[in-house]
């Protein structure tokens, strides 16, 4: 890469434009989708091959660092308005992939590059955003975070996140901080089941808290299950028994995915409880931060999660990178494939988990 290659790298990087980047992997989709056959493993593909290799080139000639500081742009609605085109983008792959699958055999090449593709378009632009604008302080953009959440079947997240995981971030009681020595496969298990029984136990306290019963018409939980409900029967009236079995499947995978995401994210790291038995404040070194560059752009910085834990209401365009915080050796897709060996996983990162983490990991 010659002198001149990396100052337009570097004009680009230092653009607002280059949040366009997230749309490429529903880009990808979209060409798989239309083309059919092979074409289907596209997204995977550039997700999980691509992306590490210009990652590890990035990284080589050092533009990861490029970029490091709080870009302090505040609100523009140029940030805004990436955000809100993906409500679009999911949605109308969801239906465009839907579309096609009906004439694919349940066990075919398609079939199961369809489920792939969308299950990683659902995870990458409809969780992530998801989970970007469920921390924004306006009702409306609250509102679109839950909407882009249904085709996961993963609205509960919403309270889960930002009313459990937040407070209880790296410590046992957080269903999403993965413990020491824990495999992905068994962290996929206890994340989602905690998450849910998490978003229960927190919807019950706050309709106790106004004195109202839990089976309230105020119950969020009642109408995040009536809405999901209702867009599975909408997706079996018009798509049949395939459609619904390839939604069901490709929602799973999503949220594998992005389980997968809190694994990176959190392994390993824990807080210390206080002689007051409560938990020291959550700080830079409780989250895994991230700088690969091409990573954190089609991911709108969550990459950046030590930065986001300080301040959770922080736009995605004004985090930084936390030198500081504990650093991830991989990007985000090449962190997830390792984790899917777990010794391998464990041999990489448990020599980076601080000593006195490593210590009450152990603890009681």
Not at 69 to 80: M, P, Q, S, T, V
Not at 111 to 128: D, Q, R
Not at 290 to 301: A, M, Q, T
Request: hydrophobic content about 45%; some cysteine.
């Amino acid at each position: 890469m010659s002198a001149r290659d990396i100052k337009s790298l570097n004009g680009f990087l230092l653009s607002d434009l280059k949040y366009l980047m997230a749309y490429s992997i529903p880009l990808t989709a979209f060409i798989g989708f239309y083309f059919g056959g092979y074409w289907l493993f596209t997204t995977p593909f550039y997700i999980f091959v691509i992306i590490p290799t210009v990652e590890f080139m990035l990284t080589r000639y050092g533009i990861d660092e490029l970029e490091t500081h709080r870009a302090e742009k505040g609100i523009h609605w140029l940030f805004d308005l990436m955000l809100y085109l993906n409500i679009f983008i999911v949605f109308g792959l969801l239906i465009y992939s839907l579309t096609k699958i009906v004439s694919y055999e349940y066990f075919s090449i398609e079939f199961l590059g369809s489920l792939l593709s969308l299950g990683l378009v659902l995870a990458s632009n409809g969780i992530n955003v998801a989970h970007e604008l469920c921390h924004r302080t306006k009702t409306p953009e609250r509102f679109l975070g839950k909407f882009l959440l249904i085709p996961s079947l993963y609205m509960h997240f919403y309270l889960e996140h930002n009313y459990g995981h937040h407070l209880m971030v790296a410590t046992k009681e957080d269903p999403v901080t993965a413990k020491f020595n824990e495999s992905v496969y068994n962290f996929w298990i206890s994340a989602i089941i905690g998450e849910l029984f998490g978003a229960i136990k927190i919807q019950k306290n706050m309709l106790s808290r106004k004195n109202l019963s839990f089976f309230s018409v105020y119950n969020d939980m009642f109408w995040y299950m009536i809405i999901q409900l209702s867009y599975i029967l909408l997706v079996f009236i018009l798509f049949g028994i395939k459609g619904l079995t390839f939604c069901l499947l490709a929602a799973l995978i999503s949220v594998l995915l992005f389980e997968s995401v809190n694994y990176i994210e959190h392994y390993g790291l824990l807080r210390k409880k206080l002689s007051s038995g409560r938990y020291e404040r959550v700080q830079e070194r409780h989250s895994w931060n991230s700088n690969h560059i091409f990573g954190r752009i089609v991911l709108y910085e969550l990459t950046r999660h030590s930065d986001h834990h300080r301040i959770a209401e922080t736009e995605y365009q004004n985090l930084k990178s936390i030198n500081n915080s504990p650093q991830l050796p991989f990007g985000y897709p090449t962190s997830i494939l390792l984790s899917f060996i777990p010794v391998l996983w464990f041999k990489i990162m448990n020599p980076r988990v601080p000593k006195d983490m490593y210590e009450l990991s152990f603890r009681k």
